[in-house]
């Protein structure tokens, strides 16, 4: 969604990209051209998408932005961070097992269930209509958090955004 975001303020197009088992939106970030993905596998399987991702564009793991539901946050909470463990997040750990964890994360945070509900029903779940609403407000934010990670560095969106 957040991609998604990005791509509509640059009016950019979505396009299959092949070998790589990944759409792509071409955009620029302040001075900054950007290719933007969204994977077409399963969660558990995105590892094989960034990675292709990355050697089709001949990029290294460190020039990765990936952004991505966190159950230790809050609905709508930002954290960014370089590296790190994967929490138990599956698109986390195929991404670790292949590209490795030297990347930038963009997390965002979709709360833990309250009450006896399955932590994969939860996350697979759509959104409910109050936070749908919620939404209109995380995903700008969150789309704002990418593009100061890109144009001021990591330091500078951990203090706009991590607070």
């Known amino acids: 969604m957040v991609a998604h975001e990005l791509a509509r303020r640059d009016s950019a197009k979505w396009k299959t990209r092949r070998g790589t088992k990944a759409e792509t939106?071409?955009?620029?970030?302040?001075?900054?051209?950007?290719?933007?993905?969204?994977?077409?596998?399963?969660?558990?399987?995105?590892?094989?998408?960034?990675?292709?991702?990355?050697a089709d564009l001949r990029l290294k793991p460190d020039h990765l932005i990936v952004v991505h539901d966190e159950l230790d946050l809050d609905l709508g909470r930002i954290r960014t961070k370089y590296g790190g463990g994967d929490n138990g997040h599956n698109g986390l750990k195929s991404i670790r097992s292949l590209v490795g964890r030297d990347y930038y994360r963009v997390r965002i945070g979709i709360g833990r269930p309250s009450g006896p509900v399955d932590v994969v029903d939860w996350v697979l779940?759509?959104?409910?209509?109050?936070?749908?609403?919620?939404?209109?407000?995380?995903?700008?934010?969150?789309?704002?958090?990418v593009t100061c990670l890109i144009t001021e560095g990591l330091e500078a969106t951990q203090s706009k955004y991590n607070g």
């Open 25 to 54: 939106a071409e955009v620029r970030i302040g001075t900054q051209p950007v290719t933007l993905a969204t994977t077409k596998v399963y969660m558990n399987q995105s590892g094989v998408s960034v990675r292709n991702l990355l």
């Open 125 to 145: 779940r759509d959104f409910d209509r109050t936070e749908r609403q919620e939404l209109a407000d995380i995903l700008p934010r969150a789309a704002d958090a």
